[in-house]
């Protein structure tokens, strides 16, 4: 398999882990202590994708509820509380992500978590579902200066591994993960149900992927310079 020598780098949330049930109830939590309407599971979907700050902000807004500085960042802490509290009795494993990644390892691939999420439930939420083991770096929001779709994240993933643009694939499924990628150079798989306000499809990955036990077979053919429309 061509992933042998690659770097495959992964988003977390839609990609990895269905987190929408733990993050919409967080998200309604918050909203219903402010004396606001709770949003509905798509509604919350569609906001998913930079980091819970941007979420948070979005969900008020939806409520008629601009949010000042000082009145979000208050929010945004009340959120991670809700949030980290719980943030996995709802949320299950992607269907073939297991598989994929026991694949990707045997092959020799080095994998990594590239997410806008806080890096505290990122490591739980992996740990958790008993995924932790199989990444060699997880790199949370929080952790450097910009997010995606600021290719920022995935280039420095690429140091820390060792990895060339040319040489790696990033698996996502928001607009995000595709923009990021773009900048970077990187080839990108887009899982065909994300979140965020984008279709997948509409979003021109180098590869759309419906079954992610297909995962291994198409990093191989896009780092074999063939590439896979949809799988």
Known sequence: MAARSGVVLFDLDGTLVETLPDLHRATCELLAEE???????????????????????????????????????????RFLELYEADPVSGSHVVDGIPEALDSLRAAGARLAVVTNKPQRPSLAILETFDL????????????????????????????????????????GDS?????????????????SFGYGEVEPAALDPDALVDDMRTLPRVVAALLDGRGERGA
């Open 35 to 77: 004396g606001l309407e709770p949003l509905s599971a798509d509604e919350v979907r569609r906001m998913i994708g930079d980091g819970a700050r941007v979420l948070v902000e979005r969900a008020f807004a939806r409520r008629g509820r601009p949010l000042g500085d000082g009145e979000l960042e208050r929010l945004y802490a």
């Open 175 to 191: 607009r995000n993960d595709r923009l990021a990628a773009r900048a970077a150079g990187v080839p990108c798989i887009l899982r």
């Open 132 to 171: 932790l083991s199989h990444f060699d770096l997880v790199l949370g929001g929080d952790l450097l200066p910009r997010r995606k779709p600021d290719p920022l994240p995935l280039l420095h993933a690429l140091e820390r591994l060792g990895g060339t643009p040319a040489g790696s694939v990033m698996v």
